[in-house]
């Protein structure tokens, strides 16, 4: 049985691009930049004060000079400030010829047609020099950036209405069993709402994918053989249930008559020991998630979401990690690594983790506002209060 670390490993090298388009900035939060992304023009363009004040000449200070007129935010940029004399000048107003500092309006004495300057400037004085943000042809935006606030304002600035961003993969979601119904659908006695779908969905957005619904099989081999076989037009297909070892499971064998080669069956880890991942002819990858909703969604997050980020060409395929203080005692079994939910509670250095009371791998709520994935390692048997673990870091702490 393959340990996290090999399955993972084996999952990561068959990622394969999907190339990119084309998409107008106002669209592009969230995407992942498919190209580097070089600086046409110098941000700022040109040199400009960075306060309001006066633009003078170093040499002419201290003293008292008369003011010239005024230079504002969004002028040519073709004024030019004669020896002796002063410019007026806006906070991100071109710097005039000739200046070479700008002395902030609350130290100058301001006489009208006169500015009276009691003390000596140096040159650079709250001026911002052209390409102090970006040199012209610097790259800007590298490759496999999420694009957030902060990117989308440095390509709008830099003249970019449209980016190329790598194509988000489409991921066709397959739940298995008879004793499903959707979330509209009352379940009758021995019925269960088809949570996975919906949890599955979620994560899929979340990594950058589209979710496709495929629907629910029954538990029939033909039936579901086929709807394996229409799912497969989506660049990745998963389904949930069906892949331990019951007298109903009957996702193996469905994969196999639909022409996807297995790479394994199974994981060490705890929960979702029976997941699946194989590929077909033309290299779509294939998950046989577990039913249970837990294992579904970590065996998303430890090897989906790292496989959808890679085929977009992310920079980082990882969440965050922390080293971990448990609160409580924790009982397991050597053999494979456990994947604890809990919340995370800063004590000054130490952030502390509180296990969710229900670990079993059917308790949905288990999920629900935790902050981390703690690891308990495969050769580690009981675990005490205080022990020192690393986890996965969900969200900011």
Known sequence: MLTVEQASARVRASAAPLGSELVPLAHAQGRILGADLRAGRALPPHDNSAMDGFAVRCADL?????????VAAGDAGDAVLAAGSALRIMTGAPMPAGADAVVIREEVEDLGERARFAAA????????????DIALGAVALAAGMRLGAGELGLAAALGHSALAVARRPRVAILSTGDELVSAEVPPRPGQIVNSNAYALAAQVREAGGIPVDAGIAPDDPDILVARVR????????????????????????????????MDFWK???KPGKPLAFGHTSDKRPVFGLPGNPVSSMLGFELFVRPLLLAMQGARSLDRPRATVTLASDYGKRPGRDHY????????????RAELHPRQGSAMLGSMVDIDALVIAPADSGDLPAGTRLEALLLRAV
Do not use: H, I, M, W
Not at 63 to 69: E, F, I, M, Y
Not at 121 to 132: K, S, T, Y
Not at 232 to 260: M, P
Not at 340 to 351: I, N
């Open 62 to 70: 201290p003293g008292t000079l008369p003011v010239a007129g005024t």
């Open 230 to 261: 229409s799912a497969l037009a989506a660049d990745v297909l998963l389904t949930a249930g069906g892949v331990s070892v019951g007298d109903f499971d009957f996702v193996k064998d469905a994969f196999a008559r639909a022409g996807v080669t």
């Open 121 to 132: 400037a140096q040159p650079g004085d709250n001026l911002r020099r052209a390409g102090e």
């Open 267 to 269: 994981v060490a880890v």
């Open 340 to 351: 604890l939910r809990a919340r995370l509670r800063r004590e000054g250095d130490v952030l």
